[in-house]
Nanobody, 121 residues
Framework: QVQLVESGGGLVQPGGSLRLSCAASGRILSINDVGWYRQAPGKQRELVASITSGGRTNYVDSVKGRFTISRDNAKDTVYLQMNSLKDEDTAVYYC???????????????WGQGTQVTVSS
């Protein structure tokens, strides 16, 4: 019904930047709250940043001042700009969106497949 596709991951040196994208497609009526999560090897998945339909944002303390979440509603896309990257930011990054579908107006959470971010010198 709805697909989320992340892109923009890769290998970057400490101090570098990456911009992740999460593009939604399918039977979308509206995209509500969206979150970027990450999971490092051997660790639990954690919420890194979130944005409401109205544009209100929230960040985990470890990325405040370095990461910025934004959305382009016309493109059904959410971004995560990551600056001043550190080794500990290495993880698979996933987006999660609460989507109201055109299928009888039902609302569900959807996950993307993830994109690998590796910060290493």
């Amino acid at each position: 019904q709805v697909q989320l596709v992340e892109s923009g991951g890769g290998l970057v040196q400490p101090g570098g930047s990456l911009r992740l994208s999460c593009a939604a497609s399918g039977r979308i009526l509206s995209i509500n709250d969206v979150g970027w999560y990450r999971q490092a090897p051997g660790k639990q998945r954690e919420l890194v940043a979130s944005i409401t339909s109205g544009g209100r944002t929230n960040y985990v303390d470890s990325v405040k001042g370095r990461f910025t979440i934004s959305r382009d509603n016309a493109k059904d896309t959410v971004y995560l700009q990551m600056n001043s990257l550190k080794d500990e930011d290495t993880a698979v990054y996933y987006c999660n969106a609460l989507v109201t579908t055109t299928l009888w107006g039902t609302t569900h959470y959807y996950w993307g497949q993830g994109t690998q971010v590796t910060v290493s010198s």
